[in-house]
C-alpha cells in the first residue's frame, strides 16, 4: 500500500535478483476509473439519459441506470467495472417482457411524467371530472329518492335501465373501456361491479313490488 514501511519478508535474499531488470507492478486500485470513468463507459454502452449512479459495494460494480421516462423513454442499465471499466452486466428495457412494459408505462402516466406537462394537465382534468362525477352521483341519488314531496323543479330523475335506449355504436365502446379500466384498476372493476350488482337487485325487488301491487288491485 502506498505509505507503508517496505518489507523485509525476503531476509538477507531480499536483494538477490534485484539486477536482472524484473520489477514487480504496483496493484490496480479497487477503483481505478472513478465516477467520470463509469459514467464514460455507461455512456459508451448507450446508457446517456438522466443517469442515476449507484457507487460500488465490496465485490461489485458500478450500476449506472437511465431515469428518462418521457417518450421515448430511456430506462437501460449496466454494471460496470470500478477497475478497468468493463462492461460486466447489461439490462435493457426493450428486453422486458410486455407485461412489465406496460406496467411501467401506466405507472408513469399516472404520475404524469411521460409526456410532461400535458400529461398532468389531462390528470388534473380528470380529477375535476372526478369530482363533478361525484357531485352528480349524489343529484341522481337525491332526485331518485322515494319522496311524495319531490319537486320537478328539481329536475327530472333517469329512469332505470335508461342506458338501454344509447345507439350500439356508443353503448358498445363504452363498455369496452369501461372494462378495460376495470381490469387495469381492480378497486375500481370491483367497486362498479357492486354497484351494479345492487341496482339490478334493487330493481328486480322492485319490479317485483309493482308486479305484485298490481295482481293486488
Known sequence: MPGAPAADAGGEHAGHGAGDGAQTAPPTPADAIGIDGAVAAARAAGVTESLRITLPAKGKGYVVKEQDKQVPVHLDSVAID???????????????????????????????LTFGLAN?????????????????????WWLRRPTKER????????????????????????????????WFVPLLGISLLVFLAADVALGFAASRRRAGAGAGV
Not at 478497468?84 to 404524469?112: C, K, V
Not at 398532468?120 to 341522481?140: E, I, K, N, S, T
Open 82 to 112: 470500478p477497475a478497468d471499466g468493463r462492461i460486466m452486466d447489461e439490462l435493457r428495457f426493450a428486453d422486458y417482457p410486455l407485461l412489465p412494459q406496460l406496467t411501467r408505462f401506466g405507472i408513469d402516466l399516472h404520475m404524469g
Open 120 to 140: 398532468q394537465l389531462a390528470l388534473a382534468a380528470l380529477a375535476v371530472l372526478l369530482m363533478f362525477m361525484v357531485v352528480w352521483g349524489y343529484r341522481m
Open 151 to 182: 319537486k320537478l323543479s328539481a329536475g327530472r330523475p333517469q329512469p332505470r335501465g335508461a342506458w338501454r335506449k344509447l345507439p350500439v355504436t356508443v353503448l358498445l365502446p363504452l363498455a369496452a373501456a369501461t372494462a378495460l379500466v376495470g
